[in-house]
């Protein structure tokens, strides 16, 4: 008696898409230098080789992930008068994806995982905001936008020095909107 194997058909993206989830939660939980590929692989199911055949490297892979994970910022739309507001919103908001947040945090003891992190802000959210905020000071200006959200989520969010709710009761979520928009203002 013969065993039917189930029959899985190739689909390169589904694939893709599976590594790229399973790498974004790996390292979003682990950080860089503590995840394998293995772990990866094993997390979306798949033979380890096509990591490699995708990505190239656990570098590639990871790159890969953050970049997809990190929030589109071409994405603004021209109003800006409230822009500080609506970003603190979102930053509160439970449904907000920590992921890109987290595999930054956790990553920065590695000097390769940190070059990939600042390469990849770099395209992905300091370039479109600098950008989309125009002169004066642009590329500061736009740094300083991430530096405080970055710092507002890890202390609100994952360490939880204030919780969100905390956050809005005592002003705080004010004041960041505000320094926010001071920012954009400027």
């Known amino acids: 008696m013969s065993e039917e194997k189930e029959i899985r058909r190739r689909n390169p993206e589904r694939t893709k898409a599976r590594i ?3 790498a974004q939660r790996a390292f979003a939980e682990t950080g860089y230098s503590r995840t394998g590929i ?7 199911d798949i033979d380890s080789a096509l990591i ?3 990505y190239g ?6 790159e890969a992930a953050l970049t997809d994970a ?3 910022f071409e994405d603004f739309d021209t109003e800006r008068s409230t822009l500080g507001a609506r970003l603190t919103t979102e930053f ?3 449904l907000f994806d920590l ?3 987290s595999m930054i945090v956790l990553s920065t003891s590695d000097a390769e995982a940190c070059a990939i992190c600042e390469r990849v802000l770099e395209a992905k959210a300091i370039v479109p ?3 989309w905020l125009g002169p004066p000071d642009a590329r500061t200006r736009a740094v300083r936008l991430v530096m405080l959200a970055t710092g507002f989520m890890l202390f609100t969010r994952q360490v939880q020095l204030m919780t969100p709710e905390s956050a809005v009761e005592t002003g705080t979520s004010g004041w960041l909107s505000d320094l926010l928009q001071d920012i954009i203002r400027t």
Not at 38 to 44: D, P
């Open 57 to 62: 490297s656990k570098a590639g892979l990871f």
């Open 70 to 72: 990190i929030p589109r």
């Open 129 to 131: 905001l600098m950008e």
């Open 52 to 54: 490699q055949r995708y």
């Open 99 to 101: 992921r890109a947040h």
């Open 20 to 22: 790229l989830a399973a």
């Open 92 to 94: 509160l908001a439970s």
């Open 38 to 44: 293995r772990q990866i692989a094993t997390l979306a």
